[in-house]
């Protein structure tokens, strides 16, 4: 599955309920927000990204693919390096 593809059904097939350690987990490209609302982390402002850096390392979350998800988005915009 082509990327794309893969983040639309990721979108798709997400139960709004779930839990968001789980959904850290799985997720790479997508990023659930406290309201339940589900954001393209290449869309997001840095300053949002940098903050959920922070949290999920303050949570000891930093083996989740959201994690490297954001911290790649940050490399990709010479962030970091």
Request: overall charge negative; hydrophobic content about 35%; some cysteine.
């Amino acid at each position: 599955m082509e990327l794309d593809k893969q983040t639309v059904w990721d979108i798709l097939t997400t139960d709004r309920n779930e839990d968001f350690k789980e959904y850290r987990r799985r997720h790479r490209t997508t990023w659930l927000t406290k309201e339940r609302e589900i954001l393209l982390i290449a869309n997001m402002e840095t300053s949002h990204i940098i903050s959920c850096i922070n949290m999920l390392e303050r949570l000891e979350q930093q083996y989740t693919f959201a994690y490297g998800g954001l911290i790649e988005e940050l490399r990709k915009r010479g962030v970091l390096s």
